[in-house]
Nanobody, 123 residues
Framework: QVQLVESGGGLVQPGGSLRLSCAASGFTFNYYAIGWFRQAPGKEREGVSC????????DYEDSAKGRFTISRDNAKNTVYLQMNSLKPDDTAVYYC????????????????WGKGTLVTVSS
């Protein structure tokens, strides 16, 4: 059974940090690109970052550049998103998803999705 399980969300103050984890099972993890997406209330789901398979590339949405870092540990079937200097606009449900490598890492072509973890950035 394919599963992607996010963890690490919570409430943090502006300027704080969180590390999200995405634990995968039931598919060939190291073959897939893994993306982090987020959806705030009343807004469309948007891509945050994507990491390809072991010989692939990394991309960040503009607002995440310099603040967020995506990484993967294929031995643990886990992808991480380190989020620093968090802003209230980062508040959203964060989802991880898996898609075919070298395709556009967008919400429209990901094959598997987790259920999300809530990140709230507030004073």
């Amino acid at each position: 059974q394919v599963q992607l399980v996010e963890s690490g969300g919570g409430l943090v103050q502006p300027g704080g940090s969180l590390r999200l984890s995405c634990a995968a099972s039931g598919f060939t993890f190291n073959y897939y690109a893994i993306g982090w997406f987020r959806q705030a209330p009343g807004k469309e789901r948007e891509g945050v970052s994507c990491i390809n398979n072991s010989d692939g590339s990394i991309d960040y949405e503009d607002s995440a550049k310099g603040r967020f870092t995506i990484s993967r540990d294929n031995a643990k079937n886990t992808v991480y998103l380190q989020m620093n200097s968090l802003k209230p606009d980062d508040t959203a449900v964060y989802y991880c998803a898996a898609g075919q490598p070298y395709l556009s890492c967008s919400k429209f072509n990901m094959d598997y999705w987790g259920k999300g973890t809530l990140v709230t950035v507030s004073s």
